[in-house]
């Protein structure tokens, strides 16, 4: 079982920057697959960041050179740096934990068994 926390969501205006994080509890060994996932109002869950276990990280395309992904692991603490903002960056913000030992990690958010609650981010124009 993984539990996790989001926390540091904002309302900010558009070019500003916003740092989320994501507390990660119970079962902590790093054979997991971490990501970011945003859901805006009447639109599907989609895929801002995966991060595989040795820290590499892939983005969507609509984030690309502005959001930035990390994870600690010794800290149990995934991140979310997020520069030059937009208003369509508004969202619900979700990290995501699926156990995963060998192999690339997967994309989809249908793919991920552990969520957390969700941070909300509003980017004004």
């Known amino acids: 079982q993984v539990r996790l926390a989001e926390s540091g969501g904002d309302s900010v205006q558009a070019g500003g920057s916003l740092r989320l994080s994501c507390g990660v509890s119970?079962?902590?060994?790093?054979?997991?697959?971490m990501a970011w996932f945003r859901q805006a109002p009447g639109k599907e869950r989609e895929g801002v960041a995966v991060?595989?276990?040795?820290?590499?990280?892939t983005y969507g395309d609509s984030v690309k050179g502005r959001f930035t992904a990390s994870r600690d692991d010794p800290k149990n603490t995934l991140d979310l740096q997020m520069t030059n903002l937009k208003p369509e960056d508004t969202a619900i913000y979700y990290c995501a934990a699926e156990i995963r030992v060998y192999g690339r990690c997967p994309e989809g958010a249908h793919e991920y068994h552990y969520w957390g609650q969700g941070t909300q981010v509003f980017v004004s124009s």
């Open positions: 991060i595989e276990r040795d820290g590499r990280a």
């Open positions: 119970g079962n902590t060994y790093a054979s997991r697959c």
